[in-house]
Nanobody, 130 residues
Framework: QVQLAESGGGLVQVGGSLTVSCEGS??????????MGWFRQAPGKQREGVSC????????YYSDSVKGRFTMSRGFGENTMYLQMNSLQPEDAATYYC?????????????????????WGQGAQVSVSV
């Protein structure tokens, strides 16, 4: 059974850093075919695509709101994906989700299409204190 599980959320002060992890089971994250993405949703707001990567298409995308502060990576030899978040601001507070696009599409140079991501984790809460 294909599953994704996030961990590493928590409370951080403004300007601080936090890393959220996404562990995959039932499939290898290093398969070139899949696109992987990070999304977030704050209370009362729409889900936002934060970052995505498609190895086969050679695409890595970051939204303007996180570009230069967040870094998406995969552990070498691990079935885990990471989102390193630096210079966190109150507007970054949200539940963060990792997701997989089974078709190999969904991540583009211009943005992320969340509807093309099929498998989702349960989410990790990130809070930012002022």
């Amino acid at each position: 059974q294909v599953q994704l599980a996030e961990s590493g959320g928590g409370l951080v002060q403004v300007g601080g850093s936090l890393t959220v992890s996404c562990e995959g089971s039932g499939f290898p994250l290093d398969l070139d075919y899949y696109c992987m993405g990070w999304f977030r949703q704050a209370p009362g707001k729409q889900r936002e695509g934060v970052s995505c990567h498609c190895t086969k298409a050679r695409i890595t995308y970051y939204s303007d709101s996180v570009k230069g502060r967040f870094t998406m990576s995969r552990g070498f030899g691990e079935n885990t994906m990471y989102l390193q978040m630096n210079s966190l601001q109150p507007e970054d507070a949200a539940t963060y989700y990792c997701a997989r696009a089974d078709s190999g599409y969904g991540c583009y140079h211009t943005g992320i299409r969340g509807s093309q991501f099929d498998t989702w984790g349960q989410g990790a809460q990130v809070s930012v204190s002022v």
